[in-house]
């Protein structure tokens, strides 16, 4: 395929920066810009050459080489390792697209990785989510889903759906009366191996609900009355000067996302528009979505302050199930009439109250990852979510046919589960299932 | 040779078990002058394995047959010493019959239906050669120099091809217990044909005399009343012989018995490596079954009666290659069989195949213009599959004889076309024998339904005398008078067609209570197909859906190159190779599921949208 170049390190003043390369005839493309490569490359070999432009050094990398198809996008592969100043690396950049070599889009290398059958959809997924896991345990998850992929709980599921066909196939495929192996099997059998199936599946689906957090990490959400000092406390919180800070109220209108790392994982800290009645069109949008993260965030902190001494309407907080933190801002010009409605009071300017916070925050996060990480596996994607919900569907048709006696509506139902599993996780051929029959019963005569 | 010998035919037939009766029978009901030519005229539909016809997915195809005008479902009837409906209790649509028949009866009765055909002819002989000039078979060759001329060639061998019966370490060339084998057809096949061949196994149990049972410690299995006979268009009011249907009997190994299987398994050509062939695992000789299965401890055994005029027994579940010695004792170690004769030993037989794969939908071998193959020859097991083909390949020698396109049954409306498409798109890699599982469209192709999916075929094709034509229009006539009544008669504010929709309402009930009495004249298919019509309408709908909802869209080339959502790597992988140009062509290949023809008939309908913008 054409080929393609996306800086794989960021573009910040660093020791090194790396770009990477797939595509066809690779090296006979690069060698414009590389004379002194070798006229052959050989396969996972690092070279040392100058780029040269007009005549010019420019600077002096290390080329890594992989020859298509032993590559990770089945394609050439090249790494250019470079000085990492950025400057120096988008200069490279435009010196390879002079080349013919076009930036690559998001995601392009899995998706070629993909499409030449190196990793299946599967391991894209797991790849990714081993890309931006907001923790530790969540990359080592995604991580064991990408090298031994039976361990993936699409696959166990599938396992169970498949040895459940094979059951009914059984049952179907031979009278009952005179087949001794049947004796095992009874349409009672079948509805409770349904409902085990029909529990694992929830179970992974309400784990996976539970452990994909919507901001991908512990997200803490900062809400109050504008001109309170959300921002502010959101700038001091990430050590940062992102939000745009105003004695004008009303100045932040959409949600801001700051992340902090941590040994355990991320802490997602937003800042929102302040809540008020509002004509503005934008500024209701802003507001409509800080309502929005009410329900989404992992905890909320309300800011009051000496001009609004506000607490939020009750029925923002009704059936939140989440911590809610309410702290006395501006704290500096005057303490809360009555401290004891208060968590915490602080102070955005002076500072003050503020490292308890964060401590604060801190420890909840490392409770939401431990909590988190019981062992069981979840999915990787919201496409996974959707296959096993659809299958849990037809896992719950049948057994409403099995429960009225229609056994063979049943398997049609199941049928339909099959398709389900066939397009999420890979085709089934019929041999496969017919295989389990005979290894579970001794039939035929 | 004498010159009064015809010796040219529009289609020739070779070999007269279940699949060349009906290939020879259909081209002849064509109008075709055919010829079946055969090893042995009196062993022409002589069953090889159990008396048994039908069965779960393996008697819906003697439905079809029948519902073709074919001879399986009649010969049976009129055959047949017991009669079973299967799987009563588990939904119309995986029931299936189920016959014991008198093996002689069910030879003489092949034959008397091949000789009333005025255009089929028979011929005692052995094919030795072919002559093929440009790809097209010209003259078959027989053992005894004649040579005869055809137009179209259909090879339904069987267990001939390179047979070898083994009893315990000997083996002997041999088709079938006591009669010879093929030996040139193979490499005929291989070298000139250019076709592939494997090796396939299969087996029997040692027969016993009855006078020598003890019935008395075995369980008898009747069969069913009134009796389920096959045939839709003129089935038998009673037993050819008049009398009672004759019971089964069952009984169990024992301990015994595996222990004497064990002790000797050294001398079994199955675990002794002197058989090389693939067997089918669900007809597992009792050697397989004591080896796989060690913690069972008793297998059952059907002892099925072979006929009304002869004492002799099948005793169905030990079918077995060990030395005769052997046999005796795991008979003797059966109860009831303690003292039991045998009055012809257990076999198995090693035979070549075509792999299917090479065959067309017509089950035309590829490589050659006119030569078609059916049955066993085409790695699968049982007499209904082999008589399917057989029927497929004998209509498809007939309109290549007569310039008309072939027929190819299709998938989504019958076990005909699930088996051919089985066949021929993934091969076989042991016999193929039909399950209901095999059919994604189960609840639509019944047992109940065989006419109202195929009889409009056979008419068309010319593969039905008058009278049954006749009484296919009587049936749609009376079904549509019934279904008109059912929609117009209101029981507690809803019609009787809502009510037998229900799982717990049945037509029988309504008539005399509601619907006229008359109505309960009419043959009992007619009533439970129209019922069973009604009752699965609302999910047939469903199924059939997936496969109707879709006109057959041309599929452009560029669309195979995008990235088509969730469509799996494997059929990608499979569409950008075969580069198929209708969803009907990539709907035919393998592996391509109905989910991912769903999703590219949504991406391509995406794309002219794109294009029109
Ligand atoms: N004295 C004092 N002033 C503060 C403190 N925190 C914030 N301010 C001032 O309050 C004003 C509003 O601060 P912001 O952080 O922009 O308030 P906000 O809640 O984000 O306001 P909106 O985005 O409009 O909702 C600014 O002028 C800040 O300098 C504090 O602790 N003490
Ligand atoms: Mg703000």
């Known amino acids: 395929m054409e080929p393609v170049v996306a800086p794989v390190t960021l573009l910040v003043p660093q020791p090194v920066g790396i770009l990477r390369l797939s595509g066809d005839n690779l090296p006979d493309r690069i060698r414009p810009l590389f004379p002194a490569l070798p006229s052959s490359l050989e396969h996972r070999h690092i070279y040392r050459a100058s780029i040269i432009d007009e005549g010019n050094p420019v600077d002096d990398c290390l080329i890594l080489y992989f020859e298509g198809p032993r590559s990770y996008t089945g394609e050439d592969v090249i790494e250019i390792h470079a000085h990492g100043n950025p400057h120096n690396i988008r200069h490279i950049l435009s010196l390879l697209q002079r080349q013919g070599i076009r930036f690559a889009r998001p995601g392009e290398f899995s998706l070629r990785a993909y499409q030449n059958k190196k990793i299946s959809l599967l391991k894209a997924e797991s790849l990714h989510r081993m890309i931006s896991a907001p923790s530790y345990s969540d990359f080592q998850e995604a991580h064991t889903h990408y090298t031994a992929s039976g361990s993936h709980p699409l696959f166990t599921i599938r396992e169970d759906f498949l040895n459940l066909l094979a059951l009914f196939f059984t049952f179907l495929d031979h009278p009952d009366e005179e087949e001794e192996a049947l004796s095992e099997l009874s349409p009672k059998v079948l509805a409770a191996r349904i409902q085990t199936l029909d529990d694992s599946l929830s179970n992974v689906i309400k784990r996976t609900t539970k452990a994909r957090r919507p901001y991908n990490g512990f997200s803490v959400l900062i809400a109050g009355h504008p001109n309170s000092g959300k921002s502010s406390l959101f700038n001091r919180i990430l050590k940062d000067n992102r939000a745009i800070v105003s004695p004008i109220p009303g100045t932040t209108r959409d949600l801001l996302e700051g992340r902090l790392s941590f040994p355990f994982g991320d802490l997602v800290l937003l800042d929102s528009a302040g809540i008020r009645p509002s004509e503005d069109r934008i500024e209701q949008e802003g507001i409509r979505r800080t309502r929005q993260s009410f329900s989404r965030a992992d905890c909320i902190l309300w800011v009051a302050c000496p001009d609004f001494p506000i607490l939020p309407d009750p029925a923002l907080l009704s059936k939140q199930e989440k911590p809610v933190f309410f702290l006395w801002n501006k704290v500096d010009l005057s303490p809360p009439s009555d401290p004891s409605l208060f968590h915490h009071l602080v102070s955005a300017k002076t500072r003050r109250g503020l490292s308890r916070l964060s401590d604060r925050l801190r420890c909840l996060a490392e409770d939401f990852y431990t909590s988190a990480s019981s062992g069981s596996s979840t999915l990787d994607s919201d496409r996974q979510l959707n296959t096993l919900r659809s299958l849990r569907s037809a896992v719950r048709e049948a057994r409403s046919f099995l429960e009225k006696g229609q056994i063979d509506l049943a398997l049609g139902a199941l049928e339909v589960g099959r398709q389900v599993v066939d397009d999420g996780v890979g085709a089934v051929p019929y041999s496969d299932i017919y295989d389990r029959v005979f290894n579970l019963f001794c039939l035929g005569k | ?613």
């Not at chain 2, 140009?581 to 309908?605: C, F, H, K, M, N």
Request: glycine share 10%; proline share 6%; charged share 25%.
């Open chain 2, 1 to 613: 040779m004498g010159l009064s010998l015809r010796n040219s035919w529009d289609v020739l037939v070779v070999g007269g078990g279940h699949a060349g009766i009906e290939a020879a029978y259909a081209a002849a009901r064509m109008g075709q002058n055919t010829l079946l030519v055969t090893m042995h005229l009196d062993l022409i539909g002589q069953m090889s394995c159990n008396p048994s016809v039908g069965g779960i997915g393996k008697g819906h195809i003697v439905r079809e047959i029948d519902a073709m005008g074919g001879a399986m479902g009649e010969l049976a009837d009129r055959s047949g010493i017991q009669f079973k409906m299967l799987n009563t209790r588990k939904g119309a649509a995986v029931q299936a019959i189920r016959a014991q028949c008198d093996r002689s009866r069910y030879r003489i009765e092949a034959r008397r239906l091949l000789d009333s055909q005025p255009t089929l002819f028979l011929r005692q002989g052995e094919i030795v050669d072919l002559e093929i000039i440009n790809g097209q078979i010209t003259q078959v060759i027989l053992q005894d120099g004649s040579k005869l001329q055809c137009r179209s060639l259909v090879l339904t061998t069987g267990t001939f091809l390179n047979g070898r019966l083994h009893v315990g370490l000997d083996a002997v060339s041999g088709g079938r217990g006591g009669e010879r084998a093929t030996s040139g057809l193979s490499s005929v096949l291989s070298d000139k044909c250019g076709l592939s061949l494997g090796r396939m196994k299969t087996g029997t149990p040692p027969r016993l005399l009855g006078r020598s049972i003890d019935f008395g410690r075995m369980l008898p299995q009747p069969g069913d009343d009134p009796v389920p006979f096959f045939s839709l268009f003129a089935p038998p009011d009673r037993l050819f012989y008049g009398g009672p249907q004759k019971p089964c009997f069952l009984t169990s190994t024992t301990d015994r018995t595996r222990e004497i299987i064990s002790a000797n398994l050294d001398r079994s050509p199955l675990y002794s490596g002197k058989i090389h062939g693939i067997g089918p695992r669900y007809c597992p000789s009792i050697e397989d079954k004591i080896v796989k299965f060690p913690h069972r401890s008793t297998h059952h055994i059907f002892v099925e009666p072979e006929g009304v005029d002869v004492d002799e027994f099948y005793p169905n579940g030990i079918s077995t290659s060990l030395p005769l010695d052997v046999q005796e004792k795991i008979v003797s170690s059966i109860p009831g069989l303690e003292n039991a004769i045998i009055l012809r030993p257990g076999y198995a037989v090693e035979y070549d195949f075509v792999f299917p794969d090479q065959l067309d939908r017509s089950l035309r071998a590829r490589p050659l213009s006119n030569l078609f193959l059916a049955g066993q020859i085409n790695g699968t097991t049982g007499y209904e599959e082999a008589a399917g083909q057989g029927l497929v390949a004998g209509i498809n020698a007939a309109l290549l004889v007569s310039g008309r396109p072939p027929w190819h049954p299709d998938r989504q409306s019958s076990y005909l076309g699930v088996m051919v498409d089985d066949l021929v798109t993934h091969s076989v890699d042991e016999p193929y024998r039909m399950f209901t599982s095999r059919a994604e469209n189960r609840l639509y192709i019944r047992n109940d339904n065989a006419v109202d999916r195929l009889t409009p075929q056979a008419l068309l094709l010319g593969l039905l005398p008058p009278w049954k034509a006749e009484a296919y229009s009587q049936r749609e006539s009376f079904q549509r008078t019934l279904k008109a009544a059912l929609t117009n008669t209101r029981k507690e504010g809803k019609t009787l067609l809502d009510h037998l929709r229900s799982p717990d309402c049945s037509l029988a009930d309504m008539i005399g209570d509601g619907l006229p009495g008359h109505f309960s004249q009419a043959p009992a298919n007619w009533l439970s197909s129209l019922e069973q019509e009604i009752k699965y309408e609302g999910y047939v709908r469903i199924s059939n859906d997936r496969w109707n909802r879709m006109e057959d869209l041309p599929i452009p080339p560029e669309i195979l190159e995008l990235e088509l959502p969730g469509i799996s790597r494997e059929v990608r992988h499979r569409l950008k190779k075969e580069r198929p140009a209708r969803l009907s062509d990539a709907q035919s290949l393998r592996g391509v599921t109905p989910g991912s023809i769903d999703l590219l008939r949504i991406s391509i309908l995406k794309h002219h949208k794109k294009i029109d913008q």
